[in-house]
């Protein structure tokens, strides 16, 4: 990866496929690479194998742990890898993807000191190569050649005894994921540098310019699908106003999106993803958690995060015992906390826009397929969101929609 390195390469059992021993050209990883991580000589490498249980290969990246047996020592590190060579997509989806790999890599190289993540070792960034930047520009001409484009994160892995994730979360568990944003959203609230981050210039894997524009105009069909398909098991609750919801959303969903993309007021640096899973809490303090996977993270309304993580990882009962209003108020408490006013009634017309900001991606991206029987297969899958795996969840969130739009005028 460096043309000055010592370009020695790991050598790995023969009988290991898996690719998170490559490179981004496809070859095994150079000493030089991976002991620069760990301040080690590369000569003092012996080998390198993956932690059990850690190899993760995924459509888009692959992440795994890996031990580094020295003469002395065998410390561990976290490897997050996304080559354009091992991605399977037509260009315009793998360009998505690559672009989002960029803004991660330009997270960690820019922002990671805004809040608490696992500390970065190592990082190579070899994304703007081929003109990258952000997902909603048009993707253009595919390069010649896509060897060595990518990106590699070389992390401190997070200790299980100390930190752990899941999904849903209890109400204490959802304040410390609170605290854990409003860390994150304090460091650049309304801040005149945040056009200069480099990052997505609109935060949120949800954001409507962030998506498809065939996505929008399925919001309408795919509700009426989900409808059709939950309807039978709760008859009474798909009233003809809840069946018109679909088009409601879709007709307001434009206004929505550019109400919470403004720049200005209360723009700062969200995550943009922050499902359960993408926050460590810690088990024993409560003390603020760490956060990971910043592909999304921009410029944007806190809210927007605020508002995933109810939608996502908060089950219908847990929020009507302790109520939504007071756990907004626990997290604007947290931004006073660290200097930060957000006025409370801005904020709740904020969270209101977020809420349903979130579902019409919902709607439109994953409802037009959803049936009781897709539900039940994702029922215990942490990393999937609970209107997607849990049908009360679903329905609350079809009604608190309603609610929203009503309350927003629309």
Not at 11 to 22: M, Q, T, V
Not at 25 to 40: N, Q
Request: hydrophobic share 35%; with cysteine.
């Amino acid at each position: 990866m460096d043309a000055d390195a010592d370009t020695s390469r790991i050598d790995f059992d023969p009988s290991s496929e898996s690719k998170i021993l490559l490179d981004l050209e496809g070859k095994p990883w150079s000493k030089h690479f991976l002991a620069s991580a760990l301040s080690l000589p590369p000569s003092s490498i012996l080998s390198v194998s993956i932690v059990f249980g850690t190899d993760r290969p995924q459509s888009t990246s692959h992440s795994a742990v890996l031990k580094i047996t020295t003469p002395t020592t065998t410390p561990s590190l976290y490897i997050k890898k996304i080559a354009a060579i091992d991605i399977d997509k037509e260009y315009p989806d793998l360009r998505r993807n690559l672009c989002y790999a960029r803004n991660e890599l330009t997270f960690y190289q820019t922002c990671a000191t805004s809040c608490d993540t696992p500390t970065l070792l190592h990082l190579h960034n070899n994304t703007s190569s081929i003109g990258l930047h952000d997902v909603s520009d048009p993707p253009g001409s595919p390069p010649s050649s896509f060897t060595g484009v990518g990106g590699v994160l070389l992390l401190s892995p997070v200790s299980t005894d100390h930190y752990f994730q899941k999904s849903p979360l209890t109400i204490p568990e959802v304040k410390l994921a609170l605290k854990t944003l409003a860390k994150l959203h304090v460091s650049h609230w309304e801040s005149s540098t945040l056009s200069s981050l480099n990052l997505q210039t609109y935060g949120g894997s949800y954001a409507l310019p962030n998506r498809n524009p065939n996505e929008l105009s399925k919001v309408s069909k795919n509700f009426k699908k989900f409808c059709e398909s939950f309807s039978p098991i709760n008859p009474s609750f798909y009233t003809p106003e809840i069946l018109s919801l679909g088009s409601r959303l879709e007709s307001a969903a434009t206004s929505i999106s550019s109400r919470l993309l403004t720049k200005g007021s209360f723009n700062t640096l969200i995550h943009g993803d922050s499902k359960a899973m993408n926050i460590f809490l810690p088990k024993t303090t409560d003390s603020p958690g760490l956060l990971i996977d910043f592909a999304s993270s921009g410029v944007g309304i806190g809210m927007s995060d605020v508002s995933m993580t109810f939608v996502h990882a908060i089950l219908p009962e847990d929020l009507r015992e302790y109520g939504e209003e007071k756990l907004i108020e626990d997290y604007l408490g947290y931004l006073k906390d660290d200097g930060v006013i957000y006025d409370k009634e801005i904020a709740i017309e904020h969270f209101n826009l977020g809420v349903c900001d979130y579902a019409r991606f919902m709607f439109g991206r994953f409802w037009g397929s959803a049936t009781p029987e897709t539900f039940e297969k994702k029922k215990a899958n942490e990393n999937v969101a609970l209107v997607n795996r849990n049908i009360e969840a679903a329905e609350a969130l079809i009604k608190r929609v309603d609610e929203a739009l009503t309350f927003l005028k629309y």
